[in-house]
């Protein structure tokens, strides 16, 4: 028999429930640690509880509904007077969605939908629609649609139900003339109203669009699929269109870019592992994925947003997180700390910072060199490390390190009569590249057979002898002939392509006005970039900059050059045509244009520049650029957005070239510095980590040599196979090697 609750302590009583001690506030009636206690006093008794009771209800809600509590999810609904996740139009239109009642969506349908710019109510729609479109707004809350919601989640359902296709088209193109009608009179209609048209037409395009994908991919019904795209959806693409042109929409394609993605899915064949992008590969997937879509229209009051509590949680552990400036663990993934072993973060309590997270140990000194350490590279796989000095006694000042064997000098490059300013590795870590300061590029198979050397011979036993090599291929920059010189332009840097349609290809940039691609497949220089700039540019007045360094983005889509001149130039490279068969030049290769995408106007003398170290093409990283500036600043640039994202300070340089890199899977930036230390700092923040007395102390000169030793500390280099381990080289004519610890 249900308990009558009589009085007013009785009624309160009736909506409590038990918490700890420790939430009990001095105004808290419930005083017995194991008696009850009221939800709103509870809840007020919080320092921060400014939020709202039915939000933190829904959330409750909606996020036991993702992680599987049905049924928990069903009695909290229950218990807090039955708040909803969703409104019951919303869930009407998703329950249509994931059981392909694609028929049973129409005007009257989205007018329902509590919309972020509702201004539904202000559009004219022709008279005898109004009754009903005001009858479904009046109704809509009434209609709870639990029990098509419960079906709706069933994949036989989503499998079996057959959509009336013919009524969908039907009811789609009444719909459209119901549309075009108010869209020709829009001129009339005030801001809101535009936006909330704008957002139905919109939905109707995402509805569209699904139904089209799935006559191609779920129904194989080309020939409907085409008549459809014909007679109704390239319609409501054509009314997207006309309102867009007097408003600011947020969705990803263009009218025009979408119905050439929809063409071509027609004309393409229907391979799925191609068309991931536009087909996620199966019906239930691709329908969660438009209401998805639909959901951002949605006031979020409305329809909690996916995933929202734990997004919560994720801001909160990332804030936590920028307490800690050592703290580096897992910083670019945002739901890292719901996956299990992968964050020592505890939801149930303030994580503390620690100051000693992240130290650098030194762990080995390499001097087989008896010049300057100017430049150093480990190899993509993280087994060489290469280093070439300005040792003028000999022609052989390129040497490779064997990383996993206690860093023994594994190959010695010979053929280098000139200091080396710049070394580049291939990215199957096979060919390396020398660039002589004023002489021809040398191009080395590391791992072929060479005369052997005795520079091992410290080492106890002599089973891995260095071998010295020669290269496979050198060539100088021919002169141009317009220039009026006969000297051959200097080689200053190089940067290999990254991908299979461009294997066996680099760039090298000169400080005299050009950069060429060169082809080892063909052993050729198959484009200049500065007669290619010339031919294709805007003003034939202005002249393409000195290069002194440059860098391939990942997915070799972008070459991107720091100029003498104080500014850094983007490139779009994307349409240089792909290798062709060994040995054969490509055929459309005159039809390569170039085009600059940015400049970054630095304003001042620049030293390096290097990219992030990312394996995938995809990475968000990829368009950030990092720039050692003079004097005594390094700078984080976005290329593409053309924005200066983080300054660096601390290290010196006045008058020499110093070189920085990403580290620690790009959460940290480190450099050389004139006073020969190395500095790394927090990528994110700017601070400082790490001041190192890397090449601080006073080297004594080999026998047999004039030379004596600076202190600058040239380069640091990142092993991009193992974030523990780095590098550094300087003045001394030694090469550290260092690790990365925790304590």
Same mark, same amino acid.
């Given at each position: 028999?249900?308990?009558?609750?009589?009085?007013?302590?009785?009624?309160? &009583?009736?909506?409590?429930?038990?918490?700890?001690?420790?939430?009990?506030? !001095?105004?808290? &009636?419930?005083?017995?640690?194991?008696?009850?206690?009221?939800?709103?006093?509870?809840?007020?008794?919080?320092?921060?509880?400014?939020?709202?009771?039915?939000?933190?209800?829904?959330?409750?809600?909606?996020?036991?509904?993702?992680?599987?509590?049905?049924?928990?999810?069903?009695?909290?609904?229950?218990?807090?007077?039955?708040?909803?996740?969703?409104?019951?139009?919303?869930?009407?239109?998703?329950?249509?969605?994931?059981?392909?009642?694609?028929?049973?969506?129409?005007?009257?349908?989205?007018?329902?939908?509590? *919309?972020?710019?509702?201004?539904?109510?202000?559009?004219?729609?022709?008279?005898?629609?109004?009754?009903?479109?005001?009858?479904?707004?009046?109704?809509?809350?009434?209609?709870?649609?639990?029990?098509?919601?419960?079906?709706?989640?069933?994949?036989?359902?989503?499998?079996?139900?057959?959509?009336? =296709?013919?009524?969908?088209?039907?009811?789609?193109?009444?719909?459209?003339?119901?549309?075009?009608?108010?869209?020709?009179?829009?001129?009339?209609?005030?801001?809101?109203?535009?936006?909330?048209?704008?957002?139905?037409?919109?939905?109707?395009?995402? #509805?569209?669009?699904?139904?089209?994908?799935?006559?191609?991919?779920?129904? %194989?019904?080309?020939?409907?699929?085409?008549?459809?795209?014909?007679?109704?959806?390239?319609?409501?693409?054509?009314?997207?269109?006309?309102?867009?042109?007097?408003?600011?929409?947020?969705?990803?394609?263009?009218?025009?870019?979408?119905?050439?993605?929809?063409?071509?899915?027609?004309?393409?064949?229907?391979?799925?592992?191609?068309?991931?992008?536009?087909?996620?590969?199966?019906?239930?997937?691709?329908?969660?994925?438009?209401?998805?879509?639909?959901?951002?229209?949605?006031?979020?009051?409305?329809?909690?947003?996916?995933?929202?509590?734990?997004?919560?949680?994720?801001?909160?552990?990332?804030?936590?997180?920028?307490?800690?400036?050592?703290?580096?663990?897992?910083?670019?993934?945002?739901?890292?700390?719901?996956?299990?072993?992968?964050?020592?973060?505890?939801?149930?309590?303030?994580?503390?910072?620690?100051?000693?997270?992240?130290?650098?140990?030194?762990?080995?000194?390499?001097?087989?060199?008896?010049?300057?350490? =100017?430049?150093?590279?480990?190899?993509?796989?993280?087994?060489?490390?290469?280093?070439?000095?300005?040792?003028?006694?000999?022609?052989?000042?390129?040497?490779?390190?064997?990383?996993?064997?206690?860093?023994?000098?594994?190959?010695?490059?010979?053929?280098?009569?000139?200091?080396?300013?710049?070394?580049?590795?291939?990215?199957?870590? &096979?060919?390396?590249?020398?660039?002589?300061?004023?002489?021809?590029?040398?191009?080395?198979?590391?791992?072929?057979?060479?005369?052997?050397?005795?520079?091992?011979?410290?080492?106890?036993?002599?089973?891995?002898?260095?071998?010295?090599?020669?290269?496979?291929?050198?060539?100088?920059?021919?002169?141009?002939?317009?220039?009026?010189?006969?000297?051959?332009?200097?080689?200053?840097?190089?940067?290999?392509?990254?991908?299979?349609?461009?294997?066996?290809?680099?760039?090298?940039?000169?400080?005299?006005?050009?950069?060429? #691609?060169?082809? *080892?497949?063909?052993?050729? #220089?198959?484009?200049?970039?500065?007669?290619?700039?010339?031919?294709?540019?805007?003003?034939?007045?202005?002249?393409?900059?000195?290069?002194?360094?440059? !860098?391939?983005?990942?997915?070799?889509?972008?070459? #991107?050059?720091?100029?003498?001149?104080?500014?850094?130039?983007?490139?779009?490279?994307? %349409?240089?045509?792909?290798?062709?068969?060994?040995?054969?030049?490509?055929?459309?290769?005159?039809?390569?244009?170039?085009?600059?995408?940015?400049?970054?106007?630095?304003?001042?003398?620049?030293?390096?520049?290097?990219?992030?170290?990312?394996?995938?093409?995809?990475?968000?990283?990829?368009?950030?650029?990092?720039?050692?500036?003079?004097?005594?600043?390094?700078?984080? =640039?976005?290329?593409?957005?053309?924005?200066?994202?983080?300054?660096?300070?601390?290290?010196?340089?006045?008058?020499?070239?110093?070189?920085?890199?990403?580290?620690?899977?790009?959460?940290?930036?480190?450099?050389?510095?004139?006073?020969?230390?190395?500095?790394?700092?927090?990528?994110?923040?700017?601070?400082?980590?790490?001041?190192?007395?890397?090449?601080?102390?006073?080297?004594?000169?080999?026998?047999?040599?004039?030379?004596?030793?600076?202190?600058?500390?040239?380069?640091?280099?990142?092993?991009?196979?193992?974030?523990?381990?780095?590098?550094?080289?300087?003045?001394?004519?030694?090469? !550290?090697? =260092?690790?990365?610890?925790?304590?």
């Amino acid at each position: 028999m249900p308990v009558e609750y009589q009085s007013s302590e009785e009624r309160e &009583r009736r909506d409590c429930f038990f918490v700890p001690p420790y939430f009990k506030g !001095k105004n808290s &009636r419930c005083s017995s640690a194991g008696a009850p206690a009221c939800t709103s006093s509870a809840i007020q008794s919080l320092p921060q509880a400014s939020f709202d009771k039915t939000q933190l209800t829904k959330l409750l809600i909606d996020t036991l509904h993702e992680m599987g509590y049905t049924e928990s999810a069903k009695t909290l609904q229950k218990e807090s007077g039955g708040v909803r996740v969703e409104s019951g139009s919303v869930q009407k239109l998703f329950s249509a969605v994931r059981l392909g009642q694609f028929e049973e969506i129409d005007l009257q349908m989205l007018a329902n939908l509590p *919309l972020k710019n509702r201004a539904l109510g202000t559009l004219p729609f022709p008279q005898s629609n109004t009754h009903s479109f005001q009858a479904g707004q009046e109704n809509s809350e009434s209609t709870t649609g639990n029990e098509d919601e419960e079906n709706a989640m069933k994949i036989d359902n989503i499998i079996s139900k057959n959509t009336d =296709w013919s009524r969908f088209f039907t009811n789609m193109q009444n719909e459209h003339k119901i549309l075009e009608s108010v869209v020709q009179e829009m001129g009339d209609l005030d801001a809101p109203a535009l936006s909330g048209l704008l957002d139905m037409i919109e939905i109707l395009v995402l #509805i569209n669009k699904q139904v089209f994908l799935e006559l191609m991919f779920d129904q %194989q019904e080309s020939s409907l699929a085409v008549l459809f795209l014909r007679t109704v959806f390239r319609k409501f693409i054509q009314l997207w269109e006309v309102i867009l042109m007097s408003q600011e929409s947020t969705y990803a394609l263009t009218p025009d870019a979408l119905l050439k993605q929809m063409t071509s899915v027609l004309t393409s064949p229907l391979n799925l592992a191609e068309m991931s992008d536009v087909w996620p590969g199966s019906v239930e997937r691709a329908r969660q994925t438009l209401i998805d879509s639909i959901s951002n229209y949605v006031d979020p009051n409305e329809l909690v947003p996916r995933g929202r509590l734990l997004t919560l949680l994720s801001q909160a552990i990332k804030y936590q997180s920028s307490q800690n400036l050592l703290n580096f663990e897992d910083e670019d993934d945002e739901n890292s700390f719901i996956q299990e072993g992968a964050s020592t973060y505890n939801l149930l309590q303030d994580n503390a910072s620690s100051s000693n997270r992240i130290n650098f140990q030194f762990e080995i000194q390499l001097c087989f060199s008896v010049g300057e350490i =100017w430049y150093l590279e480990f190899s993509p796989d993280g087994k060489y490390l290469a280093a070439a000095s300005a040792d003028s006694s000999t022609d052989q000042k390129v040497h490779i390190y064997d990383v996993e064997n206690e860093f023994r000098v594994y190959k010695i490059l010979g053929g280098n009569d000139q200091c080396v300013l710049y070394l580049s590795f291939s990215p199957d870590s &096979r060919y390396l590249v020398s660039c002589p300061f004023n002489e021809e590029a040398k191009i080395y198979d590391i791992h072929k057979k060479g005369e052997p050397s005795d520079i091992n011979s410290e080492f106890d036993d002599d089973s891995a002898p260095a071998e010295i090599i020669q290269p496979e291929d050198s060539f100088s920059l021919s002169s141009d002939e317009t220039s009026g010189t006969t000297a051959a332009p200097r080689i200053w840097c190089c940067s290999w392509f990254h991908t299979e349609r461009n294997k066996g290809r680099f760039a090298l940039g000169s400080p005299d006005r050009d950069v060429i #691609i060169y082809d *080892l497949g063909t052993k050729s #220089i198959i484009s200049r970039l500065s007669r290619v700039t010339n031919a294709t540019a805007a003003s034939s007045h202005e002249q393409f900059p000195r290069v002194h360094d440059l !860098k391939i983005t990942p997915d070799d889509r972008y070459l #991107i050059l720091m100029a003498h001149e104080f500014f850094v130039d983007a490139y779009d490279i994307s %349409q240089l045509p792909p290798v062709g068969r060994q040995g054969e030049l490509p055929a459309d290769l005159s039809s390569f244009h170039l085009s600059r995408v940015s400049r970054l106007n630095v304003g001042k003398r620049m030293t390096c520049l290097t990219i992030p170290q990312t394996k995938s093409s995809e990475s968000a990283l990829n368009s950030l650029v990092l720039i050692n500036v003079q004097p005594h600043e390094l700078q984080l =640039w976005d290329f593409k957005e053309q924005i200066l994202v983080q300054k660096y300070f601390g290290q010196r340089q006045l008058q020499f070239i110093i070189r920085s890199c990403f580290g620690y899977e790009n959460k940290v930036i480190a450099s050389g510095s004139e006073d020969g230390k190395i500095y790394v700092w927090d990528r994110i923040h700017g601070n400082i980590v790490g001041v190192i007395n890397g090449h601080t102390s006073e080297r004594d000169p080999p026998p047999n040599t004039a030379n004596t030793f600076g202190r600058n500390c040239n380069i640091v280099a990142w092993n991009p196979a193992n974030k523990n381990m780095f590098a550094s080289g300087g003045d001394d004519g030694s090469i !550290k090697i =260092w690790s990365v610890g925790h304590s």
